[in-house]
C-alpha cells in the first residue's frame, strides 16, 4: 500500500521502519524509485529516524545526478509496504547455513559507498578552492625626505632612493616641496606588498645614504 504521505510522521515512520534493513527503495544501487521518494519528502526526516535520515543524506549527495538514476519512475504508491522489496533485490539464502546471512550487509555497503562519494565531493571542492588566486595584500606608501641643506643635490638623492630594489616594493611619482630658505624635500610615492616589505625596511634603506638623507618620514599609508 505504500508509504502513504510522506510529509506526514506516519508516512516517514513507515519509510523509516522500510529502510531497516535496505539501502535503497529498489535494489542494491540507486534507482527511480530512490528518486521518486526523495522528491516526494519535504526535507530531511528528523533524527529519531536514523534509517531514513541515512538514506536521504546518501541520495542527497548526488545532487541532480538523481535523475539519471537507473529504472522508471512509478507512482509513489507503489513503492514501500511489507514484500515491497522486488525479487532482484533479495539475497539468495543457504538453507544450510543460515547463521551466515548478514541481514545489514547492505547498510555497510550503503555507509562505504556515502563516504566514498563524500570524500570524492571534498576533494573536488578542495581542487576547485586551490585553483583560485591569492589575494595578495599591497599598501600605498608616501615618504617625505628630507635633505641635509640646501647644497645637496635633490636628483642624486631621488637616485639614491630609487636604487633600494625589492621584491614586493615598486616606486611611484615623485616631487619636490619647499621647505624653506631653498631646501627642498623630496616626495616620493611607492607601492609595497605587506607580507614582503616594511616601513622600518625602507627607512633603514634610505637613511643608509647619510651623505644626502637627514630624515624619512611616513606621511600617508593607505591599504590598497
Known amino acids: 500500500m505504500g508509504f502513504g504521505d510522506l510529509k506526514s510522521k506516519a508516512g516517514q515512520d513507515a519509510l523509516n521502519e522500510y529502510l531497516a534493513d535496505r539501502s535503497y527503495i529498489e535494489g542494491y544501487t540507486p534507482s527511480q524509485g530512490d528518486n521518486v521518494v526523495f522528491s516526494a519528502l519535504s ?18 549527495s548526488y545532487g541532480n545526478d538523481r535523475n539519471s538514476f537507473p529504472g522508471q519512475k512509478k507512482d509513489l504508491s507503489t513503492y514501500g509496504g511489507k514484500g515491497a522489496e522486488p525479487a532482484a533485490s533479495k539475497k539468495p539464502v543457504d538453507d544450510d547455513d543460515d547463521d551466515d546471512i548478514d541481514m545489514f550487509g547492505s547498510d555497510d555497503e550503503a555507509d562505504a559507498a556515502f563516504e566514498a562519494e563524500k570524500k570524492k565531493r571534498v576533494a573536488e571542492y578542495a581542487a576547485r578552492k586551490a585553483k583560485k588566486p591569492v589575494l595578495i595584500a599591497k599598501s600605498n606608501i608616501i615618504m617625505e625626505v ?17 636604487s633600494v630594489e625589492t621584491d614586493g616594493l615598486k616606486w611611484g611619482s615623485s616631487k619636490l616641496v619647499p621647505v624653506g630658505y631653498g631646501i627642498n624635500k623630496l616626495q616620493i610615492m611607492c607601492v609595497v606588498e605587506d607580507d614582503k616589505v616594511g616601513t622600518d ?10 651623505d644626502f638623507v637627514q630624515s624619512v618620514d611616513i606621511v600617508a599609508f593607505n591599504k590598497i
Open 146 to 162: 628630507k635633505p641635509w641643506d640646501d647644497e645637496t643635490d635633490m636628483k642624486e638623492l631621488e637616485q639614491k632612493v630609487r
Open 201 to 210: 625596511f625602507l627607512e633603514e634603506n634610505i637613511t643608509a645614504f647619510e
Open 43 to 60: 526535507g530531511a526526516p528528523g533524527a529519531g529516524l536514523p534509517h531514513a535520515l541515512r538514506w536521504y543524506n546518501h541520495i542527497a
